[in-house]
């Protein structure tokens, strides 16, 4: 079955940087799109980060632009999220999740069909 484990979280400060993971099984990992969201507790999970199956378009929500970076490696099955600059409005918990198309239109953000979501991981930022 599919499954997506995040890793890589933690507590980071102020500036700082962390890179998360995200090792993927049970289907064929260069078939499909990626996505990174994250959830605040008491808000909405918010989409931050698509990457199409090959890699070779990437896309970013307005909060994220500039400061993440995410990218993909299908032989390792794994997707990436590097993360600078890091600001306190960072922290949540962060998911992967499996889109079902191969080249979606990320402009839809969360309303895309994803049909399989990690755990998440824990990024907490402060001083």
């Known amino acids: 079955q599919v499954q997506l484990v995040e890793s890589g979280g933690g507590l980071a400060q102020p500036g700082g940087s962390l890179t998360l993971s995200c090792a993927a099984s049970?289907?064929?990992?260069?078939?499909?799109?990626m996505a990174w969201a994250r959830q605040a507790p008491g808000k909405r999970r918010e989409w931050l980060a698509g990457i199409y199956n090959d890699g070779s378009g990437t896309y970013y929500a307005d909060s994220v632009k500039g400061r993440f970076t995410i990218s993909r490696d299908n032989a390792k099955k794994t997707l990436y999220l590097k993360m600078n600059s890091l600001q306190s409005e960072d922290t949540a918990l962060y998911y992967c999740?499996?889109?079902?198309?191969?080249?979606?239109?990320?402009?839809?953000?969360?309303?895309?069909?994803?049909?399989?979501w990690g755990q998440g991981t824990q990024v907490t930022v402060s001083s």
């Open positions: 999740g499996k889109v079902i198309w191969e080249k979606p239109n990320f402009d839809y953000g969360l309303e895309l069909d994803y049909d399989s």
């Open positions: 049970g289907f064929t990992f260069s078939d499909y799109a």
